[in-house]
């Protein structure tokens, strides 16, 4: 059979507005204003039914402002941003879908991707990557699921991955330590030139920047069970009640800059408290690997996709519930 304008092409446009809180000192602390921009030309090429390739062609503009909580930070002037990209991707996908959240097969992506900052310093940012998931049927619709991602970023301006939590997520538990959603006690290198920042998902059991680096490596395993379809053995109307499914997962992974994360580049070893006139740093000797394990229940509710975990996090000398 011969296939005719394969090529598929988009035009996609993104603008963000992100308000971010740096704390300086005990004294002093920044708000700035990030209004992001961004303009796609997408191209995508199928090979067959299951793999294609993709490419996109990137204009970024970000125009940072810096709010006024000071006269200092009044009379600063705003930092404009202009970056030009390039994203290809190798896309393999045979899954069979068995349910919502129930498949069956194999997925692949396989991605490079490079920005280049055209005023100002004129940075460089080479990222490549990948992302392999296996889903086996096993019993009456019971899945077993894994997932191993990694990506890992360079040149004259990288990439900071943020490793923990999981995508647009809601902590129900009663944090008073501050670190519910960000884990602040945990340092960035500050040797490393970051320009760009991504969050690696999910290591469930606890918050962002459990660990940290311009690479990361993470494996998901979960079972998951719709437990009444493969007890009942008849029908079940109840929408709620037919995609309602238990979930058991073991997710394990560590972020670092440097060769490895044995690196002596990664901070998260050490944590650094400032008492003026005095500044301590206490080496917590943690490990590079973290681990998180816990259950949880999956079901569709009013037309919407829903999950609740319950997770515990693991490391040397912290245990987050």
Known sequence: MLFRSRLDKQIVFHRQVLKKVTQESVYY?????TVSNELFYMLRYPFDQVSSVRTSFIGKYDKINTLSVDYGSLISKPIDKYYLGLKTEYIFDNTRDISINLLDGWRCKIFGEYY?????????????????RFYKELFRDIVFASRLAGA?????????FYLGGVDNWYDLSFDTTGMKYFDKTVRLNPNENYIFQAVATN?????????????????????????????????????????????????????????SPYDKKNYYHTITEVRPPFTVTVDLER???????????????????????????????????
């Open 29 to 33: 602390f920044d708000v700035n204003k």
């Open 116 to 132: 280049y900052q055209i005023n100002d310093k004129n940075y460089n940012t080479f990222v490549v990557g990948g992302d392999l």
């Open 152 to 160: 890992t970023s360079f040149g004259s301006g990288k990439v900071i």
């Open 203 to 259: 290591l469930r059991g606890f918050p962002q920047n459990i660990r940290n680096g311009n690479s990361f490596l993470l494996s998901n395993i979960e079972l998951r069970v719709p437990i009444f379809r493969a007890i009942m053995p008849f029908p079940i109307n109840s929408d709620f009640w037919y995609h309602f499914q238990v979930v058991g997962f073991f997710d394990i992974g560590s972020a670092w800059s440097g060769v």
């Open 287 to 321: 490990p590079p690997l973290v681990y998180g394990y816990g259950f949880g229940f999956r079901s569709k509710l009013f037309g919407y996709f829903i999950r609740l975990d319950y997770a515990w996090g693991t490391e040397a000398y912290y245990h987050y519930p």
